[in-house]
T-cell receptor, first 111, second 113 residues
Framework: EAQVTQNPRYLITVTGKKLTVTCSQN?????MSWYRQDPGLGLRQIYY???????DKGDVPEGYKVSRKEKRNFPLILESPSPNQTSLYFC??????????FGPGTRLTVL | QQPVQSPQAVILREGEDAVINCSSS?????VHWYRQKHGEAPVFLMI?????EQKGHEKISASFNEKKQQSSLYLTASQLSYSGTYFC??????????????FGTGTRLTIIP
């Protein structure tokens, strides 16, 4: 089944404790993105990647890092999480023809 | 800058029509529409490209007015399954892969029997 998977789905952590949210797609898509979704603010892009080892900042990259060492994986790293990073995070991938496929989301709470 | 969607929320009875608007302050290359049901991930509906015509998806269609830098999503004879939050995503340059999509804040559509 073609899909984008994210792990974990739910995470509660404390300020300053490094964490990684994994994202993997099995559709051989070149393009992958990370978004955060907050009430009233819609979906805001954090980082995106056009191919292996090619990444760039989206609209809200502060406090986040990404890497793209393999085509299928695009992890999101929070080196020192803060409460304002409490949010719902979505990973998405696309082939380039228009449609983005979203993962199920990761709900992160930073205390 | 995020595109502006209107209305922010709308409640309809089953069978009624709705229009959701998406406006940008910048010239657009494409507009993408997604629907997100409560607790789920956004799902792609359609994409409209600069110079393209109005497109349709079942009873949901959309138009793209390049001069006005806006797009409208039309839902006709709405069904209960249409409930959800609708997002437009705008692209100002033709980046293949849509890696630079900027989404609006969403329009919450509620269909009641």
């Amino acid at each position: 089944e073609a899909q984008v998977t994210q792990n974990p789905r739910y995470l509660i952590t404390v300020t300053g404790k490094k964490l990684t949210v994994t994202c993997s797609q099995n559709m051989n898509h070149e393009y992958m993105s990370w978004y955060r979704q907050d009430p009233g603010l819609g979906l805001r892009q954090i980082y995106y990647s056009m191919n292996v080892e090619v990444t760039d900042k989206g609209d809200v990259p502060e406090g986040y890092k990404v890497s793209r060492k393999e085509k299928r994986n695009f992890p999101l790293i929070l080196e020192s999480p803060s409460p304002n990073q409490t949010s719902l995070y979505f990973c998405a991938s696309s082939l380039g023809s228009g449609e983005q496929f979203f993962g199920p989301g990761t709900r992160l709470t930073v205390l | 800058q995020q595109p502006v969607q209107s209305p922010q929320a709308v409640i309809l009875r089953e069978g009624e029509d709705a229009v959701i608007n998406c406006s940008s302050s910048k010239a657009l290359y494409s507009v993408h529409w997604y629907r997100q049901k409560h607790g789920e991930a956004p799902v792609f509906l359609m994409i409209l490209l600069k110079g393209g015509e109005q497109k349709g998806h079942e009873k949901i269609s959309a138009s793209f007015n390049e001069k006005k830098q806006q797009s409208s999503l039309y839902l006709t004879a709405s069904q209960l399954s249409y409930s959800g939050t609708y997002f437009c995503g705008t692209e100002i340059t033709p980046n293949f892969g849509n890696e630079k999509l900027t989404f609006g804040t969403g329009t919450r559509l509620t269909i009641i029997p």
